[in-house]
């Protein structure tokens, strides 16, 4: 999959945290209170679209509201992002990754 930005996976997260799929104006609020940011509606506006345009989310359309869902389980998503650090911050050593994991 497209790799997405810090700013896209803050949203992204924002969507696996919700007990429902949430509507782009809860994306806003939830994304500026739980990162402290002070987004636009178009901003976030503009990462959903990304992360739908990468395959992350998906929106569905109920009458005025548009809702997003994730396109993976949030445990597939995890082990892609955690074989993503391997790769980058371990040089793909696994055994050094379980030793740093181990030390928090």
Do not use: H
């Not at 997003?68 to 992002?81: D, G, H, Q, S, T």
């Amino acid at each position: 999959m497209e790799k997405i930005s810090d700013c896209e996976e803050k949203v992204l997260v924002i969507v696996y945290r919700s007990k429902k799929a949430p509507r782009m104006k809860e994306v806003l609020v939830d994304v500026n209170w739980t990162y402290g940011r002070g987004w636009k509606p178009q901003t976030v506006s503009t990462f959903l679209s990304r992360l739908i345009r990468k395959g992350y989310l998906r929106a569905e359309k109920r009458g005025r509201d548009t809702y997003f869902f994730p396109m993976m389980a949030l445990e597939e998503y995890r082990k892609i992002r955690l074989k993503e650090l391997k790769e980058e911050w371990f040089d793909d050593d696994g055994e050094l990754l379980k030793k740093c994991l181990g030390e928090l």
